[in-house]
């Protein structure tokens, strides 16, 4: 059975950090990209990063680079996203997803190319 479940979310004042996970289990998750997106109320979700499989690819979202890392470890089948100087924009629900294959760096953020979705963590930054 496939599950795919953050964890890491919470209340955080601007200017904060927070670390996100993401643990995979049900599928070999060294054969996976994977990405992170989010949702804030009344918008479109959009794509924040994505690592290729062995992680010596990384791609973000404009809004959130130099301020969110991605990283992962395939020996504990584990994605993680550190966010720095969280802004109160960066406040929405963080979805984990994985998808067969590397990235194509073109489309990294296309939905249809993830397989598998968790639930998501809600991050909230106060101003």
């Known amino acids: 059975q496939v599950q795919v479940v953050e964890s890491g979310g919470g209340l955080v004042q601007a200017g904060g950090s927070l670390r996100l996970s993401c643990t995979a289990s049900g599928f070999a998750f060294d054969d996976f990209a994977m990405g992170w997106f989010r949702q804030a109320p009344g918008k479109e979700r959009e794509g924040v990063s994505c690592?290729?499989?062995?992680?010596?690819?990384?791609y973000y979202a404009d809004s959130v680079k130099g301020r969110f890392t991605i990283s992962r470890d395939n020996a504990k089948n584990t994605l993680y996203l550190q966010m720095n100087s969280l802004k109160p924009e960066d406040t929405a629900m963080y979805y984990c997803a994985a998808g067969y294959g590397d990235p194509y760096p073109r489309d990294v953020f296309e939905e249809t190319n993830f397989d598998y979705w968790g639930q998501g963590t809600q991050v909230t930054v106060s101003s």
């Open positions: 690592i290729s499989l062995s992680g010596a690819s990384t």
